[in-house]
């Protein structure tokens, strides 16, 4: 059965995905998608599919949110790094229409044609390139996807979580920010994988309850091997990648040689119950080049957009590759385009052009709803609940609506410094008084 959000829940969950943009550092330049579906989450339609969602209205039938974006290349090249830039990424907002984008962050030892190295061998550029890309999506209010782009992530476990730890105590409390654990395993056990995840899920989960995303056997085309045995996360909120290269793989049936399609994979998992997100996929073969074909393109289109799955498109860049958007005479502040980037663009024209604000913007410190006593008043500071006047219940919830505890007689101070860090909602009741709270545990 789907879960439903009660009413308070529902305008508390809308409320999250803005409420704590008064309180962050970057602000928005516009309203773009970040205000209007608010944090990603998972959950499952009415028929139990896996479907991504939005805080700002919860889990529930048509509230599925599908965005769709670029992945830049690996940050290693010139030709790819000339865009991991503030302006490369209002570019693509601009010109693009895209409302995600992905940092494909190099993880290890890489040194390609003298230009930059991985995160192994230098990884102050290498965070710095982050971090640009990470304020400049949350600047263009897009999402954007912080990616440890390795096929041997489970051999860095230690750089990793390191990695994710700065990550997350800098921008976990951004909507905007999704966690990508491991680009694309080669043919790796799901257990090393699991056990890999596992670990990094618990650093992350100590600074942010944001959407993580988790990359499956063989190059991400296996998502359903995690059914019932998934990567363990308190907070509920993990996504299992699907990547697939038009050209190369197919999105119904079997192949020829008797394996299953990659598309028939994801299907499994998302019908378990799964979300599954297209952090990147192709329009040509799965080593990055060929001519797009114009059918299989889109048959994968008609596939993703049934299933209402994210994705981001590899890659926003003037590598030399048939897959590649930028022709190479392109620029951070000028974009001519491959036959590829235009069927891409063609893709991105049907996102929306304007977006509107969560209804309930209240800001931090208002109430959802709130019928009160002139004498009563509720604050939360310190990670705790301040209520003076009248002794009152509370009831604090997830951001899925689940009630977490019920204290009855409160008054004074109530300590909330025993729950995970994350986005709450509370509701303080008496005998005249009704008010939820949203607030925030970092």
């Not at 829940?9 to 205000?35: E, H, K, N, Y």
């Not at 440890?148 to 997350?168: D, G, I, R, V, Y």
């Not at 952090?279 to 080049?289: I, L, N, P, V």
Request: a negative charge.
């Amino acid at each position: 059965m789907m879960k439903h959000l009660s009413k308070i829940a529902l305008l508390s969950a809308m409320a999250l995905g803005s409420t704590f943009a008064l309180a962050q550092d970057i602000t928005p330049t516009r309203v773009g998608p970040v205000s209007q579906y608010g944090q990603l989450m998972t959950g499952k339609n009415s028929q139990g599919q896996g479907r991504i969602y939005g805080s700002c209205e919860g889990v529930k039938d048509g509230a599925e949110v599908q965005v769709r974006g670029m992945s830049l290349y690996w940050s290693l090249m010139p030709q790819a790094v000339e865009f991991w830039s503030e302006e490369g990424v209002s570019t693509m907002v601009n010109d693009m229409n895209i409302q995600i984008v992905r940092a494909a962050m190099a993880t290890g030892n890489e040194d390609w044609n003298n230009g930059y190295q991985g995160y192994g061998s230098d990884p102050n550029t290498q965070m710095n390139l982050m971090k640009t890309v990470v304020e400049a999506a949350i600047k263009n209010d897009i999402y954007v996807i912080i990616d440890w782009h390795s096929h041997n992530a489970n051999e860095q476990t230690e750089a990793s979580k390191n990695f994710f730890k700065q990550m997350a105590q800098t921008y976990g409390k951004y909507d905007n920010v999704i966690f990508e654990l491991f680009n694309e395993p080669t043919d790796i056990a799901w257990g090393t994988i699991k056990n890999y995840a596992d670990q990094v899920v618990s650093v992350i989960r100590e600074y942010s309850d944001n959407l993580i995303l988790v990359g499956t056997p063989k190059w991400d085309q296996n998502p359903q091997v995690a059914i019932g045995n998934e990567v363990n996360d308190p907070k509920k909120n993990t996504a299992y990648t699907l990547h697939y290269y038009a050209n190369s793989h197919c999105w119904s049936g079997t192949y020829d040689w008797g394996g299953t399609c990659e598309g028939t994979n994801g299907e499994q998992a998302i019908n378990a119950g799964l979300s599954v997100f297209v952090s990147e996929w192709g329009t040509g073969t799965a080593d990055g080049g060929g001519t797009p074909d114009q059918g299989r393109n889109q048959s994968w289109q008609e596939y993703i957009n049934k299933h209402k799955l994210s994705w981001a498109n590899w890659s926003a860049s003037k590598i030399s590759e048939g897959t590649a958007a930028f022709e190479g005479s392109s620029t951070k502040n000028s974009l001519q385009y491959t036959a590829s980037g235009n069927l891409v663009k063609g893709y991105l024209a049907t996102n929306p052009t304007s977006y509107t604000k969560c209804a309930a913007n209240n800001g931090n410190e208002t109430p959802i709803f709130v019928k009160t006593d002139l004498n009563f008043n509720v604050t939360f500071s310190g990670n705790a609940l301040h209520i003076a006047g009248a002794p009152m219940t509370v009831e604090i919830y997830s951001l899925k609506g689940d009630k977490l505890m019920a204290i009855d007689n409160v008054s004074g101070t109530l300590s909330l410094a025993k729950l995970p860090v994350g986005k709450y909602f509370a509701r303080i009741h008496g005998k005249s008084t009704n008010m939820v709270r949203a607030f925030q545990i970092k």
